[in-house]
């Protein structure tokens, strides 16, 4: 009699779980592996990120997502279960129970390997109104969809956006592009809380120039309903908001309901914690990746909770490649994003100031006004750079961009310092790229180095 072959069981059908599955089925046989994954949504293996570009119609196809379909999957021999969602997960049995959403039927599989990604989840705080129809979370594809059919039902055009982190700027755009009157209620002092508040201003003014109404230091406490009861308006000490639509930017938590019920082990921000090959820690045939995981920061050298799915597909790569017997790691993040306002650029990278502050770093700060390209050249654009540096040693800390064209993917450079341990001295002799139509001759990055170099010099000097 043959020998029955190993099973594993994916919890989750996006970026994180189907490039496992995909990396482990290229490793492995159908008859040595054995791949089931399961999927609550409607849809697998999509571009969240993409979301608030298809809400504004600058996307025009929901499918232009999707990067690969059910059936196609199917067809490299992994058995994906859609609209099936994991319940229970039972460390002991090895096994977990799942349920039919169109059915209710309920079974238990077990499994010989097991890679948990179940993403991350909106932040819904416990208000008034919050589960209100007209209230939408947008995280998911089917939350996208969820949302486009309540902009195409409603005739109202105001829309309010509570929270101003990526989801709730890009949604914001996506919402004037959409013909709506914005405004974005922001507990936080400036937009982008990812940014520190100096550099987050520059993107207030951008959206105040786009026509969106913002309201910052603002606490919501209810979202007000109507006679129908669908959302109507979002509420605040000191003022109230008409909306037609309400959308949730709060941001996302890991969605970790099963791991935590199941013992695994969390961090402090609840996602779980794995070791260098994403295998959860304690557990020889468990990974988890993606949004709900806690990877290392390289700059601070704490655990931390970042939702990107650049992370999530090379976490899957990574997983793949152990279950399917080979190897690899996941050394760990220096916190890199982009995103935009219009044709307004924003990005980062490493420690804000706070960041720093909090893991008990010292550092010098400097801001530069620069140009995206030479300035005599049509088209230069201006560029704010930020940059933090350890006192003493110099050490490259942290970046932030805000600028127009050609502004954002520059923060390329300075992750590429960071994860090699640079000093701002040593970035100075970057050998970059140069040309009038793409950079002056000294590079934006470089301006805001050699100005930290002389900072760390005069902070070091006897006074």
Request: some cysteine.
């Amino acid at each position: 009699m043959a020998e029955r072959p190993e099973r594993l069981v994916v919890i989750g059908g996006d970026a994180t779980g189907m490039s496992a599955a995909s990396q482990a089925r290229r490793l492995r046989k159908p008859d040595e592996l054995e791949i089931v994954a399961f999927e609550r949504g409607n849809f697998t293996s999509y571009s969240a990120c993409g979301i608030p570009y298809w809400v504004g119609g600058v996307v025009e196809e929901r499918d232009a997502l999707v990067a690969r379909t059910a059936e196609q999957h199917r067809e490299r021999d992994i058995d994906l279960r859609m609209r099936t969602e994991v319940t229970e997960l039972d460390v002991d049995k090895r096994r977990v129970r799942s349920r039919d959403l169109d059915t209710g039927a309920e079974e238990w599989t077990a499994y010989d390997k097991l890679v948990i990604a179940t993403g991350a989840t909106p932040l819904r705080p416990p208000l008034p109104g919050i589960d209100a129809p007209g209230v939408h979370g947008v995280q998911t594809l089917d939350d996208g969809q969820a949302l486009l059919d309540t902009l195409s039902r409603t005739e109202g055009r105001r829309a309010v956006v509570v929270g101003a982190g990526y989801i709730g700027v890009e949604m914001a755009e996506a919402l004037i592009q959409r013909g709506y009157e914005v405004t974005v209620v922001n507990r936080g002092s400036e937009p982008m809380s990812t940014l520190d508040p100096d550099m987050g201003c520059l993107v207030h003014d951008a959206m105040t120039g786009l026509g969106i109404e913002m309201v910052n230091g603002a606490e919501v406490t209810e979202i007000r309903t109507g006679d129908d009861g669908r959302a109507c308006a979002v509420v605040t000490p000191e003022q109230e908001f008409p909306a037609d639509v309400v959308v949730l930017g709060l941001g996302v938590r890991p969605e970790t309901t099963l791991a935590e019920a199941a013992g695994l082990p969390l961090g402090a921000s609840g996602g779980i914690l794995t070791d260098l090959a994403m295998r959860v820690r304690g557990y020889e045939d468990i990974w988890a990746g993606g949004d709900c995981v806690e990877v290392l920061d390289l700059v601070s050298g704490r655990d931390r909770h970042i939702a990107l799915g650049t992370h999530a597909n090379k976490h899957g790569q990574v997983i793949g490649s152990g279950v399917g017997g080979g190897y690899a790691t996941f050394p760990g993040v220096v916190g890199t994003a982009v995103s935009k306002v219009c044709d307004l650029e924003i990005a980062r990278t490493g420690l804000r100031e706070k960041d720093a502050r909090a893991v008990g770093l010292q550092y010098v700060a400097v801001t530069i006004e620069s140009t995206s390209r030479v300035g005599y050249f049509p088209n230069a654009a201006p560029m704010t750079v930020k940059m933090l540096a350890e006192r003493l040693s110099g050490r490259l800390l942290g970046v932030q961009i805000v600028g127009r064209e050609g502004a954002a993917k520059r923060v390329d450079i300075a992750a590429v310092a960071l994860t090699a341990k640079m000093t701002v001295e040593q970035m100075t002799a970057l050998d970059l790229g140069y040309a009038p139509p793409f950079s002056p001759v000294w590079d934006p990055v470089l301006v805001a180095a050699r100005k930290a170099v002389q900072a760390v010099r005069a902070d070091a000097a006897p006074q």
